[in-house]
């Protein structure tokens, strides 16, 4: 268990370090968001380029910073039962979860967007939109975020286990409130 724990702390430290980077990427996106329409009421100045790096921007705060948003506990939770559970119970109840639909929804995802990234990189697909963006870049994000978040999953489930087992501190947000 220690090895595996060591394993779940260096998970945790690369992607906190994505999370912070998806921090940046906020405020890049305000950036570029008051760039763009600086120039199009200021010199009635549009870019589509502009508008595309925002999307692809949201796309990269949402998908980068998901696991740092899971290592946190700050994700989408329906507490109506799992705050009536023993410790014991929502520790299993996580283990389940992070078993059955985080590790093979992410894996899937990740599995299913990698050959759409490989398609735009061999054809060096760009947008559309007059002015746009190559399209490889934020389709790498897809492949990147989903594996990131399953490595989270495997994490937390190593620092589940490891708390069933009374080797690790539980998680603040597993034990009772008062």
Known sequence: MPGLLKLSRTIDAINLAFGRFAEWLVLAVIMVGAATAGLRYLFNYGSNALLEIQWYFF????LLGASATLIHNEHVRVDLIY???SRRGRIF??????????LPGALVLAWLSWPVFAAAWQTSETSSNFGGLIRWPILLVLPLGFALLALQGISELIKRVAALKGEAAEPDYVRPTQ
Do not use: E, N, P, S
Request: glycine share 18%.
């Open 59 to 62: 796309g990269a705060i949402v």
């Open 83 to 85: 705050g009536m559970l």
């Open 93 to 102: 109840v996580d283990i389940v979860g992070l078993t059955f639909f985080l």
